[in-house]
Structures are given as structure tokens and as C-alpha cells.
């Protein structure tokens, strides 16, 4: 069986939400208003929102803080995952992950083929773990949030989805730091 167990309460979780853009501004970002926005009606809490620009050691420098942070569970940024030469984002967030969610980009990618055909191979969505906080690059479209969001993340950030799911696995995702 797999869907959401209603016998298992809910847990909320802290998500900060980045923009990635050397254009957009609080009163346009469509990507970053609905990702915040969906988490928040899924019931997580909305702990921080930033947009930082095109330029890897900014990305790298706001995803640390976050990450240093312990009371930030996720990270969901949105943009910079193309292929153009100001897009930089998976290269940062490969910066500074302990461990890639691999299959993150891969599911995504697959989900997003159904809706945009081959143009999906244009993205490098990808998903990982540092500090003991998730990370999730997304693309930058409006659409592409909502099919991440709506088709994997509200699932797996959500403690009753069965058989399993990221939440469950918060408490465990630094055994490596713990004293033997």
C-alpha cells in the first residue's frame, strides 16, 4: 500500500523557499509565491523566503545559513537549474551536499515529460541532504513548482505518506555526527 495513512498525525515541518533570479522581486515571483503558498496550505510552516542572485557563492552562502539553522527542515529554491551560463544552481547545491537525492531529479523529470514532452531534458532539477536539512532545486517556472510540489513534495514531506517518507527520516539524517 502507499498514499497517505490518516491513522499517523500530521507533522509540520520548517521549509524556507530561495528564488533564484537577477530579476524578480517580492511582487513577482510567481514561482516563489506559490511554493510558499502550498507549503503553507499543506500545513508546514513558511520559516524564511529570499531571493538571491544568479551567482553560485551567493546561493552557497544563503543555503549555509539556512542549513546552520536547526529549525529549517527544507530548503525549496526555485530557478538557475537550465542550461544557460547564468544558471548555477545545481552547482552550488552540489556544493555543499553530504548526500544527493538522486532519484529526486529523475522522478521529476519523468513527471515533467508527461506535461512538456522532450523539453524536459533542459532541466537539472536536483535534491539533496547537508546539515541535517533537505535541499530541492527547482526549475524556475511557475509550473514547474506546482507539478514538484503537487506530484512529489507534498507526498514526501508529509510524515503519513506510506511506506515512506522524508520526514520520518529528519531524526536520522545526522547518525554520522553522533558520538559512537
Not at 143 to 162: E, F, M, N, P, S
Request: glycine share 8%; hydrophobic share 40%.
Amino acid at each position: 500500500m502507499f498514499g497517505i495513512d490518516e491513522s499517523v498525525p500530521f507533522v509540520s515541518i520548517n521549509i524556507a523557499v530561495m528564488t533564484v533570479s537577477d530579476t524578480r522581486t517580492f511582487d513577482d515571483d510567481r514561482s516563489g509565491d506559490t511554493l510558499a503558498e502550498r507549503l503553507q496550505l499543506a500545513g508546514h510552516n513558511l520559516a524564511d523566503r529570499a531571493i538571491v542572485k544568479d551567482h553560485k557563492e551567493s546561493i552557497v552562502a544563503k543555503l549555509r545559513e539556512w542549513i546552520a539553522q536547526s529549525e529549517i527542515d527544507a530548503v525549496l529554491a526555485t530557478g538557475g537549474t537550465g542550461l544557460t551560463g547564468r544558471d548555477v544552481t545545481p552547482e552550488a547545491f552540489h556544493e555543499v551536499y553530504e548526500k544527493e537525492i538522486t532519484g529526486f531529479g529523475e522522478l521529476f523529470r519523468v513527471l515533467s515529460y508527461e506535461k512538456i514532452g522532450t523539453s524536459t531534458i533542459q532541466s537539472r532539477a536536483t535534491a539533496g541532504v547537508a546539515g541535517g536539512t533537505y535541499l530541492f532545486a527547482l526549475p524556475g517556472s511557475t509550473g514547474a513548482c506546482k507539478d514538484a510540489w503537487d506530484d512529489i513534495l507534498v507526498y514526501q514531506l508529509d510524515i503519513r505518506h506510506k511506506p515512506c517518507n522524508f520526514v520520518e527520516l529528519i531524526p536520522r539524517l545526522q547518525e554520522n555526527l553522533a558520538p559512537e
